[in-house]
């Protein structure tokens, strides 16, 4: 009996405060749904490189047959640099290419016919220190 009246009094008391959805929050989930599903791309990292010195991150999303990335590359400035790896399969076959960069570094690139890309960071060398290997795409 207690319980059923504790039920009971926790429905009526959601009901009072709000917390069922009302039409009008139904449909401002709704929109605010359909908003977020727009863009279809997906942003990635921090991915380090094996001795953590250098990491990478960034997006990568399609537009008109097109698959961009825009990644940011960091490591201190000076000395040594990291350097950005990218793997992708294009028109049935594989490709490969590295970006090195000192400090902070922005860059991008783009291809059509790209269904998956890879990346991976390495520090000090084109093949030193590398870190785990991700898919972004």
Known sequence: MRKT???AAL???MAVTGLA??????????????????WTGTSWGKFF?????AYTFGK????GGVVHTKWYGVDKVGGKKGWVWFEFYQNG????FNRSFDGKVVGSWS???????????CWAGKSDN????????
């Open 49 to 53: 490189s094996s001795d953590r010195k």
């Open 11 to 13: 429905a009526g008391s």
């Open 21 to 38: 959805l009302s039409p009008a929050a139904a449909q401002a989930a709704t929109t605010t749904t359909a908003a977020t599903t727009t």
């Open 111 to 121: 291809g059509k016919g790209i269904k998956k890309v890879y990346t991976f960071t």
């Open 93 to 96: 076959r594989w490709h490969k």
């Open 5 to 7: 009246l504790a039920i």
């Open 130 to 137: 590398c870190g785990r290997k991700y898919r972004i795409y």
């Open 60 to 63: 990568t999303w399609k537009s």
